[in-house]
């Protein structure tokens, strides 16, 4: 019965790996990582450097913070819209810094403009966690910003700011600031030693007030924060995750007795095929298990045994529930903007392949076994589709290739540029822009879309946010996965 049960797996596997599809035409994975990292300019808030390179954008939102006596100029727009999102802003400033620490030697030069990246997220998160116990965590009213279709450099809408504190506590965003201050500095470490420092310190000071003053900011902020970016998923995780990047950017004891201490009171082995903005699980287990590959702690093993399951809940054929593949050959969760499940599942694939094998070893999954280069295969095939390796022979990357989608949910896209339309566009005169069937007079380069659902249908369509919608997390890993690949074009 073993074996008979084994075939279906066996046989998806070979269908989704190793069948070319009959739409591949080979990729330019440099081209693609210079356009992943592009996109970045485009969401950029605040006062415009002279080398931007997207033409198209101004500077916005200059007096952000000024209602608090603060500056919180800078940072990015999470999505489409002009709302400044502190909770995804940071885990997509994590995860441009995990890009570059693992794969940042094969950017070649790209390089200089991913750190570019991290250093305009990091810059502002020193911002908002200048005052001791305080860490400002959004600017921006979403139900007042949401009511307009507008370009940020227009924006009349409500700039409201807000913070958690001592008496308004929030670990989940507080413990991802942490994370994302620690693992910048390591990327800082050896180009700015100073500024590597002054991120670590504040990494420290964060973390331990988000430790010590334990809740979710959904709590603090609902009315603000849900049901936009809600803490669905708790704060626990947020704690390990910002003491496991602490540990890794300090090597301090301390943070390897918390992650060892709290690693049952935070729920470490919860939901290991989950990783993303709200729930960082599997990304805890597979960013500690390196260690325990590298044969350097032990006391880490239930970590690696976590990331061992996440490895096999995620392989096709023999797939956990919570994790499906489309007929052609989409990674799909449940829920909006599914590409970002693919490239922060598949950048989790990439790493974990890579600490395999520099340890020479393999994961066994019951009768089958996932070796490094099955794991390869499969973050591969998820980046080729986003590429245009699908049945709708569409790049989901705005402006690679020769079909991308063009009526992106973007309000800067859509809307003309003020070079093009140099009068003010109102809260509602940009509506006739959301709702035109014409291509977006601005091309947001790099940009890749919440894409398909389970039938590779996609609709190329404004209103269709949750297929059409970019954002920075989706694009933060893509850039780690397209580094390596960019450089391993040939790789099979």
């Given at each position: ?8 797996p ?10 070319p ?10 081209d ?5 990292i592009?996109?970045?300019e ?54 441009l ?11 070649g ?6 750190v570019?990246a991290?250093?305009w ?28 279709w507008?370009?940020?450099?227009d ?8 913070k ?5 506590p ?13 693992a ?48 669905f998923?708790?704060?626990q ?6 003491a496991?990047w602490?540990?890794k ?9 918390f ?5 049952v009171i ?30 350097k ?17 995620i ?41 395999l094998s ?11 076994t996932?070796s ?8 591969k ?74 039938t ?37």
């Amino acid at each position: 019965m073993a074996r008979k049960s084994l075939i279906f797996p066996v046989i998806l596997l070979a269908v989704l790996l190793f069948s070319p599809p009959i739409y591949s035409a080979g990729h330019d994975y440099r081209d693609s990582l210079r356009k992943s990292i592009l996109f970045f300019e485009g969401q950029r808030s605040g006062k415009l450097p002279p080398d931007q390179r997207l033409k198209w954008r101004r500077d916005s939102a200059l007096r952000d913070g000024s209602s608090a006596g603060v500056d919180l100029s800078g940072g990015y727009y999470d999505a489409g819209d002009n709302i400044k999102f502190g909770f995804p802003m940071a885990f997509t400033t994590t995860m441009l810094s995990w890009s570059i620490i693992d794969f940042g030697k094969t950017m070649g030069p790209e390089l200089k403009n991913a750190v570019k990246a991290v250093k305009w997220g990091t810059d502002y998160l020193l911002k908002a966690t200048a005052i001791p116990g305080v860490v400002f965590v959004q600017v921006g009213d979403a139900y007042s910003d949401h009511n307009c279709w507008e370009r940020p450099e227009d924006m009349d809408t409500l700039r409201t700011v807000y913070k958690i504190d001592r008496a308004h506590p929030g670990s989940d965003v507080a413990g991802e600031t942490a994370a994302a201050l620690a693992a910048a500095s390591i990327v800082f470490r050896k180009r700015d030693p100073s500024y590597s420092r002054l991120l670590l310190d504040r990494a420290t000071r964060v973390f331990a007030f988000a430790n010590r003053y334990r809740g979710a900011y959904s709590n603090s902020l609902y009315h603000a924060v849900c049901p936009f970016y809600c803490d669905f998923n708790g704060y626990q995780d947020e704690l390990l995750w910002g003491a496991a990047w602490l540990h890794k950017a300090s090597r301090k004891r301390a943070y390897r007795e918390f992650i060892v201490k709290n690693e049952v009171i935070l729920k470490a082995g919860d939901t290991i095929n989950e990783f993303g903005w709200d729930n960082k699980h599997a990304g805890i287990n597979v960013l500690i298990s390196k260690e325990v590959l590298m044969g350097k702690a032990e006391y880490f093993e239930s970590f690696k045994q976590n990331a061992d399951g996440f490895i096999c809940s995620i392989l096709p054929g023999i797939s956990h529930p919570q994790v499906q593949y489309s007929r052609g050959g989409l990674l799909v969760k449940t829920g909006g903007s599914n590409m970002q499940h693919v490239t922060s599942l598949s950048f989790l694939l990439l790493a974990y392949s890579n600490y395999l094998s520099h340890a020479k070893k393999v994961v066994p999954c019951g009768e089958l076994t996932a070796s490094p280069s099955l794991l390869r295969q499969i973050a591969k095939r998820q980046v080729d589709y986003i590429l245009g390796d699908n049945p709708m022979g569409l790049s989901y990357m705005v402006g690679y290739g020769q079909k991308f989608p063009r009526r992106i949910h973007h309000r800067g896209s859509s809307v003309p540029s003020v070079s093009a339309h140099p009068s003010h566009i109102g809260c509602k005169e940009g509506s006739r822009y959301f709702l035109s069937p014409n291509p977006n007079p601005n091309l947001l380069v790099g940009a890749v879309v919440g894409g398909p659902n389970v039938t590779d249908a996609f609709p190329d369509s404004r209103p269709y946010f949750q297929q059409s919608e970019p954002t920075t997390y989706i694009n933060a890993p893509l850039v780690g996965l397209l580094g390596y690949f960019s450089a391993h074009s040939s790789w099979r």
